[in-house]
Antibody, heavy 121, light 109 residues
C-alpha cells in the first residue's frame, strides 16, 4: 500500500538549517509529483512546495521562496526539503503528500504522518 | 493570490443531521477545488476533488458541488466519525501553487 514517511524534524535555532526527508513506497514514485504542506500548532494547512515527477519543475509558497529548496532522488524514492535561514514562524508539522494524478499537480491523495519542526533559541 | 474563505468557522450538529459547508474563492478557480477532512493528530484525508468527485473509499454521504467561486461540501447524515475539521483547497494553474481555506470545524452539538 502507499506509504509516505517523513523524517528529519527536530528543534533548531533561528537562522540555522534543517533537511527533511520523505520516503515513499507502494506506488511508482517516479511518475508522481510530491508536495510539502505544513501546519503550525493549532493552525490550518499551508502549502509549501511542489516538485514534479522528474524534478524538472518546482514551485514554492512566497513565505519560503529563496530559503527552502525541494528536490528528489527517484533512485531512492525520496523527496527532500532543505530549509535554510529558519524562522520562528516556520515552526510546524511538515507533511509530504502525493499527487492524485500522474499527469497533473494536485490534489493530494496520500499524506505522511508528519514531522515536527520547532524553531526556537 | 487566490484567497479561500470558509463558512461557518464552526458548525455544531448532532449525529444524523445534514452538514452544509461553504467555500468561496476570491476569483474563479474553475472546478479545481478539493475538500479534505482532518481529525486531531492525523494527516488530512482527501474527500472530494475537482469540486464534485469523491476520492477512492469516501462514503456516498459526502458530496461536493459548485464551480467558479462558490463551492459546497455536504454531509448528508453525520456519522460519529465525521466530526472533524474540513478544509477546501484550490490550485492555481502555472506555475502550480495551492491555497487552503482556514477550515470549518464540525463538532458535536
Amino acid at each position: 500500500q502507499v506509504q509516505l514517511v517523513e523524517s528529519g524534524g527536530g528543534v533548531v535555532q533561528p537562522g540555522r538549517s534543517l533537511r527533511l526527508s520523505c520516503a515513499a513506497s507502494g506506488f511508482t514514485f517516479s511518475n508522481y509529483g510530491i508536495h510539502w504542506v505544513r501546519q503550525a500548532p493549532g493552525k490550518g494547512l499551508e502549502w509549501v512546495a511542489i516538485i514534479s515527477y522528474d524534478g524538472s519543475d518546482k514551485n514554492y509558497a512566497a513565505s519560503v521562496r529563496g530559503r527552502f529548496t525541494i528536490y528528489r532522488d527517484n533512485s531512492k524514492n525520496t523527496v527532500y526539503l532543505q530549509m535554510n535561514s529558519l524562522r520562528a514562524e516556520d515552526t510546524a508539522v511538515y507533511y509530504c503528500a502525493k499527487d492524485l494524478f500522474s499527469a497533473a499537480p494536485g490534489p493530494f491523495d496520500y499524506w505522511g504522518q508528519g514531522t515536527l519542526v520547532t524553531v526556537s533559541s | 493570490e487566490i484567497v479561500l474563505t470558509q463558512s461557518p468557522a464552526t458548525l455544531s450538529l448532532s449525529p444524523g443531521e445534514r452538514a452544509t459547508l461553504s467555500c468561496r474563492a476570491s476569483q474563479s478557480v474553475s472546478s479545481y477545488l478539493a475538500w479534505y477532512q482532518q481529525k486531531p493528530g492525523q494527516a488530512p484525508r482527501l474527500l472530494i476533488y475537482d469540486a464534485s468527485n469523491r476520492a477512492t473509499g469516501i462514503p456516498a454521504r459526502f458530496s461536493g458541488s459548485g464551480s467558479g467561486t462558490d463551492f459546497t461540501l455536504t454531509i448528508s447524515s453525520l456519522e460519529p466519525e465525521d466530526f472533524a475539521v474540513y478544509y477546501c483547497q484550490q490550485r492555481s494553474n502555472w506555475p502550480p501553487s495551492f491555497t487552503f481555506g482556514p477550515g470549518t470545524k464540525v463538532d458535536i452539538k
